[in-house]
Every structure is written in structure tokens, then in C-alpha cells.
């Protein structure tokens, strides 16, 4: 499984492995230092207070043992009875763990006496019994089960727990406040991108945010003012060179009786070249500024009536031309494909991308293809020409970039079709992306958003 490649993800994974590598070494710590020391000195004084019990018990006269083993019970909540069975083992993790450190220090203060035996009495559940040789026979010291109060790997365990607990909370906090006012501003962002004006700051928002943001709103009104400008000029200069190219044709027309054939030929094409410029420049500056409304269409019959309608006005222009554009649909789209999207822009996008493939594709059929991808509409344009190199594969795009370097329309175009594909593609959140294809050729592949 991929990881995430978010900030998120990676301040709060590393949050969360600093915090957890520091509470285990606290947690060792004080198991190490603390607990089993403590453990161990209780363990011992316990064994200590018996032995001498066992001792003193057996040096007592018969007659004052009965004071003594109340004294013992009194002063030390300690029970004294001659063993009369043998003892169970103990099923308690934190009892077993205390009765070996004291089986463990009786031991040692009887001198290796291996006979030590501690357990449980099922006629007594209640209390942990200690099996103590003497030479009157084996003594049995019972020890409440509450006296051995401290429970190392329960309070370990209840640590551990609230300790990953705790880190993990704390890390995701400490994520989700670094990393949502940067998710805010990158969507933000995005949406100037799109065209939208300004980014909305919320009143509980971080300084550095808000002032970051109010930077990001000037630099958007400035740059939206740039590109009004630039359109207004765009735009003023079209309409000023429209009047002289008007006056131009009108000049060819009335004189074309005096005119060769070929020489009104080429002034009406240098005109219509001349103005096709004007229109698209003036398409590419003027951007998107409003999407259009989203309507449900029905992809197939989109894009078989488009092929139908391109070949049929490729034939117009050469009558003897074979079928150049085809249609086809992968299987599992049978009949129809409904989705909504802007479908001037649409047909705007998929003309542009195909007649970008017949200029070329070196004469050869072009095929409309739909599929889909993690059941998203995928719309791919295929041609058999020589391919585009890798390496301006991604920079045909830019504006007036052309791969032909004649700067002739009839070869290599004006160099703003695909930069309008792209600015339209992005507007509307859609992926368009060219790809070599193996057997030779390019495909243009436009994936639309989800609705």
C-alpha cells in the first residue's frame, strides 16, 4: 500500500515515532530505575521480616507463640499456620513476578535453602502463602494479596497505553494545526488560479496566515489587473488591425479583375492566416472568465456525432480524401455515458485536439476513443504521424511554441491551439496530457473530472 505524500501524513508520522521512541525510553527508565529497585527492596525486606519471624517463632516457648502469631498478624498483616498441604501456583502476573524476587531473597538468607516454596491456597485465594523450612517443620506465612500493592507490569501496561495514546492525540493535533492553515491556503490558491478573485481569511487563522493571505489577494489583484490590461490591449489591437485587413480584402476584391489568379490567392489567404491569429490570440487572452454551466450529456453521442460532423467537413475540403476520423468506445461503455460537463468547451477542447492530430498525423486516420479510468470518462485522441520527441511533450503547450519551425499555418500552425486546450483544460479541471504511442504516432488524452 502506497503511503500518503502529504504533510500531513509526514509531521504527524514523525510526531507520532518521536513521541512514541520517548515514551518507551521513559517507560524503560522507570522500569529500570525505579520499579525493579523498588521491587527488589521490598522483596527482600519482606523475606527478611519472615525469616525472622520463622526464627523467632521456633526459639519462642509453646506457650507465648499464640501472643507472637497475633503480634504478627496485628503489627504486619502477616498470618501464621503450620503447613498442612501442598501449595497451588499463583495465576496472577503481577504476584508470580513479586513471589520470585522474594522466593529469590529468602533464598539467600537461607543460605541456598531450596525447599522455600510460594503459592496459593485454594481453601484461601485471598492471600499469597510462603512454605519456610525450620527444624520444627515447615512453617506457612500467609501475606494478603492487597499488601503486594504495587503492580509493575499492570502500571506498565496502564502507561503504555495512555503514553501512545496521548502521543498519537497530541501529534495528530500538532499535525492539524501546522498543516491546515497551508491546506486552506494551497486550495486557496488554487482557486485564484481558476480565476477566482481573492482568499477568504478566517478571523481565528494564524497571523503569519492572514498575512500571507492578504500578500496572495494583492498579488492576485495586481495580476488580474495585468492580464485586463493585457487583453484590453490584445483586444484593441485586433479591432484596429481588423479595420485595415477589411479595407485590404476590399481593395483585392475590387480590383481582382486586375489581379492574376495567384496573386489574389495569396492575398486572401495572408489575410485569412492574418485574422486567424487575431482570434485566437485574442481566444487565449481573454482566458475563462466565467465556466459555463454544467449539463448532463451523453458522451457517446458526443463524440460519434463530432467524428461524424469533422469528417464529413474534412471531405467538404478534400473530396478525395478517404474516411480520416473514426469513433469507437471501449466495452464496458455500451450504449451511453452520462456526464455532466461545459460542452461548449468540450467540443471547443476535442476540435482543437483533433485537428491538431490531422495537421500531424501525416495524412492518417485519427480515432476518437472513450473509456474509462477509475470510472472517470477518459476521451483519447490517436494519430499515426511521426510522434512528438519526449522532450516537448509537455512543452507543446506553451503559447506559440511550435514544433515546425517554418512558422506557416498550412505546416505548423499558429502555436496557440494547444496552449487554448490547456487554459481551457485547466479552468475546468480537467487533465489533458499527450503520450507516445508505441506503434508509432501521438495520443492526446483528456480525462474529465468527477461530476
Not at 485465594?125 to 492487597?146: A, C, H, R, Y
Not at 503504555?160 to 492553515?181: E, K, N, S, Y
Not at 463530432?306 to 474534412?314: I, K
Amino acid at each position: 500500500m502506497k503511503r500518503p505524500n502529504t504533510l500531513f501524513f509526514r509531521t504527524a508520522s514523525t510526531l507520532i515515532i518521536s513521541l512514541l521512541l520517548l515514551s518507551i525510553i521513559i517507560l524503560a527508565s522507570t522500569a529500570y530505575f525505579v520499579m525493579v529497585p523498588v521491587g527488589k527492596r521490598s522483596a527482600d525486606d519482606l523475606a527478611a521480616l519472615l525469616v525472622l519471624a520463622a526464627q523467632t517463632w521456633t526459639e519462642l516457648p509453646p506457650q507465648t507463640r499464640p501472643d507472637f502469631e497475633a503480634e504478627l498478624m496485628t503489627a504486619h498483616g502477616i498470618q501464621f499456620v503450620i503447613a498442612e498441604h501442598p501449595l497451588n501456583t499463583q495465576d496472577s502476573l503481577h504476584i508470580v513476578i513479586y513471589q520470585r524476587l522474594l522466593q529469590q531473597y529468602l533464598n539467600k538468607r537461607l543460605a541456598g535453602n531450596n525447599q522455600v516454596t510460594i503459592g496459593a491456597d485454594q481453601h484461601r485465594p485471598d492471600w499469597v502463602w510462603i512454605n519456610i523450612p525450620t527444624v520444627e517443620g515447615i512453617l506457612q506465612f500467609g501475606i494478603s494479596n492487597e499488601r503486594i500493592g504495587a503492580r509493575p507490569p499492570v502500571a506498565l501496561l496502564a502507561m503504555l497505553i495512555a503514553i501512545i495514546v496521548m502521543a498519537i492525540g497530541t501529534a495528530l493535533i500538532i499535525a492539524l494545526r501546522i498543516t491546515r492553515p497551508l491546506a486552506v491556503l494551497s486550495e486557496a490558491t488554487t482557486a485564484i488560479g481558476k480565476g477566482e478573485k481573492n482568499i477568504i481569511i478566517e478571523k481565528n487563522d494564524p497571523d503569519e496566515l492572514v498575512t500571507l493571505a492578504r500578500n496572495f489577494n494583492r498579488m492576485s489583484h495586481e495580476v488580474s489587473e495585468l492580464l485586463e490590461n493585457r487583453t484590453t490591449l490584445l483586444a484593441g489591437i485586433s479591432h484596429d488591425l481588423r479595420t485595415p485587413l477589411t479595407r485590404i480584402r476590399l481593395a483585392v476584391e475590387l480590383n481582382s479583375d486586375t489581379l492574376s489568379p495567384d496573386y489574389r490567392s495569396g492575398f486572401e489567404n495572408n489575410i485569412d492566416e492574418m485574422e486567424q491569429l487575431l482570434d485566437q490570440a485574442l481566444l487565449l487572452a481573454r482566458g475563462i472568465d466565467k465556466k459555463e454551466t454544467l449539463k448532463p450529456r451523453d458522451l457517446v453521442i458526443l463524440l460519434s456525432t463530432l467524428a461524424a460532423q469533422l469528417e464529413a467537413e474534412r471531405l467538404l475540403q478534400h473530396p478525395d480524401s478517404k474516411n480520416q476520423i473514426h469513433y469507437k468506445s471501449e466495452n464496458s461503455i455500451k450504449n451511453s455515458l452520462i456526464w455532466d460537463l461545459a460542452e461548449q468547451s468540450f467540443l471547443r477542447v476535442l476540435r482543437n485536439l483533433v485537428e491538431n492530430a490531422l495537421r500531424y498525423g501525416d495524412n492518417k486516420p485519427v480515432t476518437i476513443q472513450l473509456s474509462l479510468h477509475n470510472q472517470q470518462p477518459v476521451i483519447s485522441i490517436l494519430d499515426k504521424g511521426p510522434g512528438i520527441p519526449e522532450k516537448d511533450l509537455d512543452t507543446v503547450f506553451r503559447p506559440f511554441y511550435r514544433l515546425e519551425s517554418s512558422r506557416n499555418l498550412k505546416t505548423g500552425g499558429s502555436g496557440l491551439g494547444l496552449a487554448i486546450v490547456h487554459q481551457l483544460c485547466e479552468s475546468l479541471g480537467w487533465k489533458i496530457s499527450l503520450h507516445s504511442r508505441s506503434g508509432g504516432g501521438t495520443e492526446a488524452r483528456l480525462l474529465l473530472s468527477s461530476n
